[in-house]
């Protein structure tokens, strides 16, 4: 993709914008009540990092033969995580604030698309200084399926009149890549501390770090 056609980003929220992966975690340990030695991090990395919630409440219901149904759990993780919201936010990404800033001074549009949920995600935009650049934001409880369907980023293209061509999407999941690259937009991998054992041979462009892509942005277009 020729850069300097880019008239907007698209971030993913958990693991991009935010460190919020441990806390999930945290959030999952208290609602099942689960130890950390029973369902440790490690198994949290693998089958949980990048997964809609409700398929990790299935994933926990059934991997440790838990005595409720998924929708029961999910239910108590969003409350538990409500709560802890009220008083908390996820803490910004190093580079969160000086990408977006540097960005709009580009005259570049930028949107969240998430598979999480909207009350985590307006948290952090609120808590973090993200609302004066953030134009839309898209969730995963807009649309009939989650990533690593496509549906969420079909639904921001839609709400921001712009075609997958105008447009990249940041991503830090082998998930997340696969639904931006579903919908046709050119996707950067930003692998993290939690994900980057996952397959990103997907990506078209991989980074280290928001700083590091912002970089490569300005001096490829």
Known sequence: MDLR???????DHDGTLVDSEFVHYQMWLQATGLKSDVFTEQMNTMYC????GD?????LVEQFDLAEDPESLISKKRKVTQEWLVSHCFPAMPGANRIMRNFAKLGIRMAIVSGSER???????SGNGFAKYIETITTGEEVPNNKPAPDVYFEALKKMNLPASACIAIEDTQH???????????????PNEHSHQQNFQAADIQAVSLTSFYTYFIENR
């Open 119 to 125: 009350f985590a995600v307006d948290r952090s935009v």
């Open 176 to 190: 997340g890549v696969e639904a931006a690259k579903a919908a046709g937009i050119t996707c950067v991998a930003i």
């Open 5 to 11: 056609q880019v008239r907007a980003v698209l971030f």
């Open 55 to 59: 398929k990790n409440a299935q994933y």
């Open 49 to 52: 990092v990048g997964i809609p």
